[in-house]
């Protein structure tokens, strides 16, 4: 079983920007994939970022491409979603996943672990 906790959220202005982190617990993080998801309120969860096992393969959501960028520790246990050029429709819970794969994938069912989420608010 992995745990995992997420942190980084909060509130801030339109163009900012803000790096949320999500913390695993294991020791056989190098070999998971791990992503990012949101909630956005009355949304259903979607896909933002995901990124494969070595941290040298990554694809993000349409909306969120040139803005975000998701990279990795692995010394650390660490998952990191940097977020720049934040929008409004940013606003959500964000949710760290891990799956017990070595490839990335944008598909909800694919993930094993998901963190309790941080609440990134977007004002204008």
Known sequence: QVQLVESGGGLVQAG??????CLAS???????????????????REFVAA????GDSTTYA???KGRFTISRDNAKNTVYLQMNSLKPDDTAIYYCAAKRSFRMSVTIGAYDYWGQGTQVTVSS
């Open 16 to 21: 900012d920007w803000l790096r949320l982190s």
């Open 26 to 44: 294991g020791s056989t993080f190098s070999m998971y994939g791990m992503g990012w998801f949101r909630q956005a309120p009355g949304k259903e």
């Open 51 to 54: 990124v494969n096992y070595r």
């Open 62 to 64: 349409d909306s969120v």
